[in-house]
């Protein structure tokens, strides 16, 4: 039993690097529960901001946080990244803004090891509201209406 618990936590482990390195790769330019599907006016208009402000968007600060620090679970990328170029920053956000939302239906759902990555987006007048992905378990986005 000891060792199929080390399997699905090294699975779980890969697929939170796998999904971190895409966050990654779309911050450098790349293109991709109870409230499933529940939109709060807050989020809606974040989520509506963000659209508004999609041209002039220029600057975008990822940072990471872990809820459960003592799984001591090590990243080969620093905690905070801040992305400076306009076109990558605007590719980020036209992605998030491209994804469906939740389905309201019941499934099941991986491990979650409380990983989120916090996504801040900025024009040089104003900064938006943050947007958080879940980088295990369901892998929602949360903070653009309807949970992604």
Do not use: W
């Not at 679970?73 to 939302?101: E, H, M, N, W, Y």
């Amino acid at each position: 039993m000891p060792a199929q618990r080390h399997r699905h936590l090294r699975r779980a482990i890969g697929a939170a690097a796998l999904v971190a390195v895409a966050l990654c790769l779309a911050a450098c330019g790349s293109a991709a529960s109870s409230d499933r599907g529940s939109t709060s006016p807050s989020s809606s208009s974040s989520a509506t901001a963000l659209a508004q402000a999609l041209g002039h968007l220029d600057r975008l600060v990822v940072s990471r946080s872990d809820a459960f620090p003592q799984n001591h679970i090590r990243f080969g990328f620093p905690a905070k990244l801040t992305v400076s170029d306009p076109v990558q920053v605007q590719a980020v956000a036209r992605a998030l803004l491209a994804l469906p939302a939740l389905p309201s239906a019941t499934f099941g759902a991986p491990i979650d090891l409380g990983i989120t990555y916090h996504l801040t987006f900025a024009t040089p007048d104003e900064r938006l509201p943050t947007i958080d992905v879940a980088a295990t378990g369901t892998q929602t986005v949360r903070g653009l209406g309807a949970t992604r």
